[in-house]
């Protein structure tokens, strides 16, 4: 059975290790610090009870929150856990009435924008070098309100 919920510490290894497969740029000082600040924006993904991806964000403003990882193992990629991440957050920011989601995302990363671009999100600028092997990013933007 596939379920959303909130991360729990108990995760955080789990989380860590997907994240080490996905990306090459990782800080796991930084998951534990969105998860202090915005616990509500930090939501995993699981299958038959084994986390599968997960999702953090950081809330930038009293109406921003900008999603800093979406992440999902490569094992269970294209089945709708990052689709199911994104619209459980979508329902925990209404509730806390934010109007706006932020991200960025690598101009290579043609699944990601596609994913976005699906839910919604729009093509706000290019940001030049913006991860540390040089490559641009997208930032795009998701209006909730």
Same mark, same amino acid.
């Given at each position: 059975?596939?379920?959303?919920?909130?991360?729990? @510490?108990?995760?955080? %290894?789990?989380?860590?290790?997907? %994240?080490?497969?996905?990306? !090459? %740029?990782? !800080? @796991?000082?930084?998951?534990?610090?969105?998860?202090?600040?915005? @616990?509500?924006?930090?939501?995993?993904?699981?299958?038959?009870?084994?986390?599968?991806?997960?999702?953090?964000?950081?809330?930038?403003?009293?109406?921003?929150?900008?999603?800093?990882?979406l992440a999902i193992d490569r094992r269970y990629q294209?089945?709708?856990?990052?689709?199911?991440?994104?619209?459980?957050?979508? %329902?925990?920011?209404?509730?806390?009435?934010?109007?706006?989601?932020?991200?960025?995302?690598?101009?290579? !990363?043609?699944?990601?924008?596609?994913? &976005?671009?699906?839910?919604?999100? !729009?093509?706000?600028?290019?940001?030049?070098? &913006?991860?540390?092997?040089?490559?641009?990013?997208?930032?795009?933007?998701?209006?909730?309100?």
């Amino acid at each position: 059975m596939n379920s959303i919920r909130r991360f729990q @510490p108990s995760d955080f %290894e789990r989380v860590i290790g997907i %994240e080490k497969e996905a990306f !090459n %740029e990782y !800080n @796991p000082i930084l998951f534990m610090a969105a998860y202090e600040t915005f @616990p509500d924006g930090f939501l995993v993904a699981e299958k038959d009870g084994d986390v599968v991806g997960f999702l953090t964000t950081i809330a930038t403003s009293l109406f921003d929150v900008k999603i800093l990882s979406l992440a999902i193992d490569r094992r269970y990629q294209n089945k709708g856990f990052a689709s199911m991440l994104m619209q459980s957050l979508f %329902e925990v920011l209404r509730t806390k009435e934010v109007l706006r989601i932020l991200l960025e995302v690598r101009l290579s !990363n043609l699944l990601a924008q596609r994913l &976005y671009l699906s839910l919604g999100f !729009n093509l706000v600028k290019v940001i030049s070098s &913006y991860y540390q092997d040089g490559e641009d990013a997208y930032l795009m933007e998701k209006m909730l309100a």
